[in-house]
């Protein structure tokens, strides 16, 4: 709190500063109104049901938590239950140590109901592979998996068994959530390969995105620059919003009856 202005009666300034070095405070309320508009005609949503959330109603999709920017990701990673991982590996999380697509990759499979045990991420790995290949766990690209759902996978990987299940589930991801390596005594096609030596886990790996260049991986990573955020809001501002009725106009006429028993809950 400080010393108010002289002539202003106090108040609160409210802003947004948008992720990455240097980006400035923006003012929120064209953002704020798109999504007040986008909650006001809920054209796409079943009745009772905010738009602004998953498909539960109290939390998030799937896909949205593939959207999730990685600080998001790192602390539902680490408080979800149903998500298992080493002492060692926490701390490589939370110092953002491992990549987003492998914190998404986690969480991925346990909103699909494959609950797993994370065994080996950056910490404790080496920096080679037993091929004499650099490890993506070295750059905290990969992930192994001990178990699913509490079973094993050392014994389980029978045809329709949790090892496959997983692994199916992973090849369903796409574009740049897409691993390249999915690991395991199975090849189903895809990235996935078979290596007698990943008999007790699944190893899911994703080539680094930028190489050993860090700066142009924020930079890539950067959707706009500093200065351009001031320039978005502004053109934002100038925006005609259009005006969304939420309630029937005195010209409507009440529908008795159904015309089709389609979309019943809504």
């Known amino acids: 709190m400080g010393r108010p202005d002289v002539g202003k009666a106090a108040h609160l300034e409210f802003g947004i500063r948008p992720a990455g070095e240097g980006a400035p405070e923006i003012d929120p309320k064209p953002i704020l109104d798109g999504w007040k508009l986008l909650e006001a005609t809920a ?20 896909g949205q938590i ?49 609950r797993p045990t994370i065994t080996s991420l950056k910490c404790g790995h080496g920096f080679f592979t037993s091929s004499g290949n650099v490890s993506h ?29 997983s692994v199916r589930r992973l090849m369903a991801l ?31 790996g994703f080539s680094p995105m930028f190489g050993e260049n860090g700066k142009l991986g924020k930079q890539a990573l950067a959707v706009l620059k500093p200065g351009q955020w001031s320039d978005l809001i502004a053109q934002l501002r100038e925006i005609d919003n259009p005006v969304v009725p939420t309630k029937p106009s005195k010209y409507s006429l009440p529908a008795d009856k159904r015309s089709s028993p389609a979309h019943k809950g809504e």
């Open 43 to 62: 054209i796409y949503r079943a009745s009772g049901r905010n738009v602004l959330h998953g498909a539960d109603g109290d939390g998030f999709s799937i």
């Open 137 to 165: 766990h070295s750059s905290g690209n990969a992930m192994d998996i001990a178990q699913i759902n509490g079973v094993p996978i050392l014994g389980h990987q029978e045809p329709g068994g949790v090892t496959e299940q």
């Open 174 to 204: 796409q574009g740049t959530m897409a691993p390249d390596q999915i690991i395991s005594l199975l090849e189903l096609g895809g990235s996935t390969f078979a290596m007698g030596d990943h008999a007790d886990h699944i190893h899911v």
């Open 66 to 114: 593939l959207l999730l920017p990685k600080p998001l990701l790192e602390r539902r990673v680490l408080s979800d239950e149903r998500i298992e991982i080493y002492d060692c590996g926490r701390d490589d999380i939370r110092s953002g140590q491992i990549d987003r697509r492998v914190l998404a990759g986690m969480a991925y499979l346990a909103e699909s109901g494959l």
